[in-house]
């Protein structure tokens, strides 16, 4: 990301930044994505396992709030990443490597 050339607005120049940056920093936010929606699936699987604890009483209901708290900051950070690897690719749908690009002709 620090190598991303960024705008007068402070935002990311993607026209301007190298495709094999882009392709990198896509490929990068692409694993973080996977690896935020394992995260997800784990939750659902803890959720399912604690469920007759909270319904017992032996787990508050302050410890599901802290875990639905924690399911929207993983929510943001993937809504975020995947933009980010969406904006890459975008930039870089018809590079083929080796600063070559797809001609349309």
């Known amino acids: 990301m620090p190598l ?3 705008n007068e607005s402070g935002h990311p120049d ?3 930044a190298e495709p094999d940056l882009l392709i990198g920093l896509a490929e990068s936010a692409e694993l973080l994505s ?3 929606h394992d995260g ?4 659902g699987v803890l959720h399912v396992c604690t469920a ?3 319904a017992n009483g032996d787990i508050t209901a302050t410890h599901t709030v ?3 708290r924690l399911m929207v900051e993983l929510a943001e950070a993937l809504a975020h990443t995947q933009g980010l690897s969406h ?3 975008r930039y870089t749908v018809d590079y083929i490597g080796d600063g070559r690009v797809i001609d349309d002709e």
């Open 34 to 36: 996977h690896i935020l």
């Open 14 to 16: 993607f026209a301007a």
């Open 66 to 68: 802290a875990i639905g």
């Open 52 to 54: 007759p604890g909270i």
């Open 40 to 43: 997800f699936s784990a939750i």
């Open 87 to 89: 904006e890459c690719r």
């Open 4 to 6: 991303l050339p960024v």
